[in-house]
């Protein structure tokens, strides 16, 4: 039996091709631009959608969920975006902070606070706009992420999103809100968030992903590039309508003397998938993730992330939580790589999941692979359910079940929920932490 | 009034006949002890009164004003008047000493009808109490139980008594894990408590809590029956002579 060099086979892979033929002229950029899709598609061509034989993806079958890919949504007008963002929960309400807003995969200027954040120092552009200009190093990505499935899926069909800069010193006075969010028509979108922050730069960056219908496939790109002795936290909120399929990645690269934060919290979308590659490439710098994901009833989330430490003492803190509901699915797989000259590496990672049902379902997968002799490097995993005998103590002081059950759900991730440390932040995820726990009881 | 009558109990899991036909009637106002020995039932009785899963009752009743008390869920027993002060209080991370007295009052209040506290009557409620139990504030803003010695957590159940106002009190093992200067306070506590509308179950290994919470009448349990009643000068006699005279006889 000869071996074929593998063709598309499923009705999504041909999708995606066929959107590939029909839209690629009209992709913004210059021709380097167009020479990294042409790469990124021809490499898709060879492997298709990542699959359960895919190492990286053995717990999230992409191909197996994608069912169709519908058409890469089109720019919808300033009135037709300003109107589905208006059918959509704001998040953060009231709270006061600068708002950017995509929808459909496409960032629109007239909806966006630009001027106001160009007065406090941070330029805004259109991806599309800046990709013809300076396309080739805002494609670039760091060697952790440029040979994923979703990234380079992403390199492929990304036609709109926005390059946030943050000038040497900046320091924003309020928190930006990104918000993405899709349309009620099922579509695909592919936008890419590229947020820059120069020497000594402070932002706190608040992305929402919002909104979608049943087939909707969204699969995004936030690339984070935190210069030396940047300060930038970065939360991002998915909850997507339940029949999307969301794939998120979050790449952060940190110089020198740089602290990142990177908050995550996933409730939304059947089939979800939140990526987070973060390269050190500075001496000094500390990155701190927290992962707060909540699923239930069929649904499928999985958060996976490599930390590479390429270069010497540079901290990692992970502490991902998961609750699994009746019926659902979780994954967490965290990888952390300690380089041969990154001696003084301190890297701890911590996930712990609760299942609230005897079907529910929890996979982990933490790994550590260490190249310097002189490191410290933890990882720790559990997995439990509410504990009888603080449900029983609860209930003997009068508080009924379901009420009890929520506030050890609400003590199960109060952890990460202390950690987050942005008041803004803790308030939007504290509300929508409840609402999910009350629409369950 | 708390009646029970002829409760045979076991362990849900392995089928272990713990209660052997317990009557015991518990008048409103009176203090009764129950004394045994360890593994006699003592406190298998007090988490079967609380509505604790891991037994199964398979014979005779609680009745408790005139409802069975098996019939309710550990809650609705709560909201009944029933409160079981904890032989080995749990600790809770993550959930605030004050969010859960809030928690569990209010919760109270919403089953029996009555409107929910405000947040300054509460907090004016939660001062007085625990001032009078030497529980400190800060003490009450950090997760329940957790990292509070064994008196404090002693102290925590009995202020949670003394807000709760419960009708029917059973402490299991108060005493235990307390020196003389938390017993004093404990004990005091459950003294202000007694009223003529208020019953106590307290279930002890020895004599000397007795001596400062004075009961009405102490009976003796071993192997699962109460084998022996009388008055405080019971306590005394068993604190003499041991159990051996009561569990032989009902061996």
Known sequence: MTIEPRTLETRAETDLAEAYYR??????GGAAVAEIRKSAFD?????GLPHRRVEEWKYSDLRARLKSVPAFAARRSDDEAKAAVAALDDVYGAADRYRLVIVDGHFHAGLSDVAALAAAGASVRPLAEALVEQGESLMQLPEIAAGDAATGLNAVFCADGLVLSLAEGASLDKPVEIVHALSAAAASTSERVIVTAAKGAKAIVLETFVGGAEGSFSNT???????????????????????TTHIGTAVVTLGAETKVKLIGAGIGSGFARHQSFIAFTGEGSRADLLGITMVRAGQHVDQTLVVDHAVPHCDSRELFKTVVGEGAKGIFQGKIIVRPHAQKTDGQMMTQSLLLSDDAEMSLKPELEIFADDVQCAHGATSGQIDEDLLFYLRSRGIPEAEARTLLVLAFLSEAVEEIGEEIVVEAFEERIRAWLDAGA | MLEIKNLHARIAEDGTEILRGIDLVVKPGEVHAIMGPNGSGKSTLSYILAGKDDYEVTEGDIVYNGQSLLELAPDERAAAGVFLAFQYPIEIPGVATMT???????????????EELSTPEFMKRVKDKAGELQITMDMLKRPLNVGFSGGEKKRAEILQMALLQPSLCVLDETDSGLDIDALKVVSDGVNRLRGPDRSFVVITHYQRLLDHIVPDVVHVLSKGRIV????PELALELEKNGYADFVDAAA
């Not at chain 1, 839209?23 to 913004?28: E, M």
């Not at chain 1, 490499?43 to 492997?47: G, L, P, Q, T, W």
């Not at chain 1, 790109?221 to 029949?243: F, N, S």
């Open chain 1, 23 to 28: 839209d690629r002229d009209a992709l913004p």
């Open chain 1, 43 to 47: 490499a898709f061509r060879k492997s």
């Open chain 1, 221 to 243: 790109l936030t690339d984070i590039r935190a210069g030396d002795e940047a300060e930038v936290t970065v939360a991002r909120l998915q909850a997507e309508a339940a029949g």
């Open chain 2, 100 to 114: 859960f007295l809030k928690t569990a009052l209010n919760a109270q209040r919403k089953a029996r009808g009555e």
């Open chain 2, 228 to 231: 022996k009643t009388g008055g």
